[in-house]
Nanobody, 124 residues
Framework: QVQLVESGGGLVQAGGSLRLSCAASGRTFSAIAIGWFRQAPGKEREFVAAISRFGVSTKYADFVKGRFTISRDNAKNTAYLQMNSVKPEDTAVYYC?????????????????WGQGTQVTVSS
């Protein structure tokens, strides 16, 4: 079992920055790959970014490339999503998810563990 707790969400102005954290427990952190997803009001949950177990490989959705950076600190059992140059359309609940294995994935069904989410609101 893996427990995931997101934090760092809040209200930010367009063009600003925010860093989300995902704290994991229950399993060796370096044994799991991490993904970030988001769900805006009235929309389906979508992939944002993913990182492999040791951070060697990352994957991003096209709409965040160059603005968001995913990272992890295995010594702290924590993954991060650095969000820069945020836009109003980035407003959503952001979820971190975990999957066993090495490969990063953009597919929600590949992730067996999910956090409760953290709200990010970007004002224009």
């Amino acid at each position: 079992q893996v427990q995931l707790v997101e934090s760092g969400g809040g209200l930010v102005q367009a063009g600003g920055s925010l860093r989300l954290s995902c704290a994991a427990s229950g399993r060796t952190f370096s044994a799991i790959a991490i993904g970030w997803f988001r769900q805006a009001p009235g929309k389906e949950r979508e992939f944002v970014a993913a990182i492999s177990r040791f951070g060697v490989s990352t994957k991003y959705a096209d709409f965040v490339k160059g603005r968001f950076t995913i990272s992890r600190d295995n010594a702290k059992n924590t993954a991060y999503l650095q969000m820069n140059s945020v836009k109003p359309e980035d407003t959503a609940v952001y979820y971190c998810a975990a999957r066993a294995g090495t490969v990063t994935s953009a597919q929600q069904d590949d992730y067996g563990y999910w956090g409760q989410g953290t709200q990010v609101t970007v004002s224009s």
